[in-house]
């Protein structure tokens, strides 16, 4: 079964420009989830997607955040524009149903780099 | 709100060495608690789950035991190989309005020397 799917790997670029990510869940997964992980510390919850629709977008920041799953399939999640402080690894996550005793498989994450 | 604090690290070990990174955890209700480990290079991997007080988590030799009184969940192994270097994550889902959703610590840089 394949994994989590994220492109890119690796991001670099300039503050107040834009960039974009995107993710491709495990198969079948309705619920999807998007972490920003800065060094040094756990990651923590951007957004909650069931389906197409928004489960938890509270820690978003939204002036600047945007993420869509429009098929409620693959995701993308957009920053514009970007800060200094956005620079962190931003990992997509996957489960086949809500709640708390399910698992959450991960892809290998996007590293971004605001100069 | 729910929290998650692991011990400070990072910890270094010599191969065969006894492991314990400590746990501790604020949530309402009854979260479920995850010990999840980061490769270099690589996503989060599931190490290892409990879903209700008493129970116990294990995989690969490690083990975790879901203690609700102390509000712990401590991951250990008997003897730890070089290849268990990495970053090692303490997680939990509640319910309620963030169904779901995972608040992970900070993470405990593991590494093993031979």
């Known amino acids: ?115 | 709100g729910d929290s998650v604090t692991q011990m400070e690290g990072p910890v270094t070990l010599s191969e065969e060495a006894f492991l314990t990174i400590n746990c501790t955890y604020t949530a309402t209700g009854y979260p479920s608690l995850f010990w999840y480990v980061q490769y270099p290079g690589e996503g989060l991997q599931l190490l290892l789950k409990a879903t209700k007080a008493d129970d116990k988590g294990s995989n690969k030799g490690f083990e975790a035991t879901y203690r609700k009184e102390t509000t712990s969940f401590h991951l250990e192994k008997g003897s730890v190989q070089v290849s268990d270097s990495a970053v090692y994550f303490c997680a939990l889902a509640a319910g309620g309005t963030s169904y779901g959703k995972l608040t992970f610590g900070q993470g405990t840089i593991l590494t093993v020397h031979p």
């Open chain 1, 1 to 115: 079964e394949a994994g989590v799917a994220q492109s890119p790997r690796y991001k670099i670029i300039e503050k107040r420009q834009s960039v974009a990510f995107w993710c491709n869940p495990i198969s079948g997964h309705a619920t999807l989830y998007w972490y920003q992980q800065i060094l040094g510390q756990g990651p923590k919850l951007l957004i909650q997607f069931q389906n197409n629709g928004v489960v938890d977008d509270s820690q978003l920041p939204k002036d600047r955040f945007s993420a869509e799953r429009l098929k409620g399939v693959d995701s993308t999640l957009k920053i514009q524009p970007a800060k200094l402080e956005d620079s962190a690894v931003y990992l997509c996550a996957s489960s086949s149903i809500q709640g708390p005793k399910n698992i959450q498989y991960f892809g290998a994450g996007t590293r971004l780099s605001v100069l």
